[in-house]
């Protein structure tokens, strides 16, 4: 019972360690205030824009992604675009900096568990992802007079608190990846990519073929971005997406055991190989 007490301790301080870092460096936060504005900003204008507010365009995207708000559409998108941006580029790539900078090895020798610096990190997301959602909020209402009710409101944000353990293990199990790969800026532009592509991001994922529709339903951030816009622009409640959410939950738990499973192998390579200290 001590042992677990200091792992808990030692997970909350590698936690607090990220937040420092950002804390030290406040600037960072500048780009969650900026893109979360300006990226879907230009996609609804860009849409209106080409559909020259045609009510048949507009009815040809409502019957495609279930409402002709384009604008909440398209923020609630580009909200899960900003929150996995987050995710990689933060705790996806803690392992690496670690790396980079010489320390993951001092990391390992510690008694602390293995699963401290490969989920610790990802409490510091938490902070950046709440900024972009007050970014968007904000945005929504000044820029286009999009209000959601209240109550959609609370509605969504807990769909996006149950679908936090995915995007948290998926930020995991990035990061295990990385270590192999060494180089993380081409690695976080394709797996970022591949998400907007297939999770129904920018468009309503019913416009891709039936083989990519069925690898989106393997990704969790497609049932998030989806029950999001259930929610907020269906009027449904968080019991009628409740299936969207197991699945969300079980995806969440078999990519937690796929990135420790990942983490070991690596671990035990680099026993072998040295590959710890190779940059």
């Known amino acids: 019972m001590n042992l677990f007490l200091a792992d808990v301790r030692a997970f909350f301080a590698a936690a607090r360690k990220e937040l420092r870092q950002q804390r030290r460096y406040p600037t960072l936060f500048l780009g969650q205030l900026f893109w979360p504005v300006m990226l879907p900003a230009s996609w609804v204008l860009m849409g209106h824009a080409y559909s020259g ?24 998108g580009y909200a899960m675009y900003n929150w996995l941006s987050v995710l990689l580029w933060g705790p996806g790539t803690a392992l690496r900096q670690e790396q980079l ?12 568990s293995r699963l401290v610096p490969l989920f610790g990190p990802g409490m510091s997301a938490l902070l950046p992802m709440a900024v972009v959602t007050a970014t968007n909020l904000v945005a929504l209402r000044v820029f286009f007079g999009v209000a959601p009710p209240l109550s959609a409101l609370v509605q969504a944000a807990v769909v996006v608190v149950l679908g ?4 948290y293990a998926i930020g995991a199990l990035f990061a295990a990846s990385v270590l192999r790969f060494g180089e ?15 999770c129904g991001i920018t ?24 029950d999001i816009r259930r929610v907020l622009l269906g009027g449904e409640g968080v019991t009628d997406v409740a299936g969207d959410i197991s699945i969300v939950l079980a995806l969440a738990a078999l990519a937690a055991i796929l990135s420790v499973a990942v983490f070991r192998y690596l671990e035990a390579s680099a026993r072998r190989t040295g590959m710890l200290g190779q940059f």
């Open 53 to 76: 507010n045609d009510p048949a365009a507009l009815a040809a995207f409502a019957e495609r992604a279930g409402s002709s708000n384009v604008a909440v559409f398209v923020f609630v």
């Open 101 to 112: 900078r010489g320390t993951l090895e001092a990391v390992f020798v510690t008694p602390a």
């Open 164 to 167: 936090i353990p995915a995007l």
């Open 184 to 198: 993380v800026a081409p690695v976080v532009q394709l797996v970022r990519g591949m998400f907007v592509l297939a």
């Open 203 to 226: 468009f309503p994922v019913a416009m891709l073929p039936v083989w990519a529709q069925v690898w989106a339903k393997l990704m969790p951030p497609t049932y998030i971005v989806d």
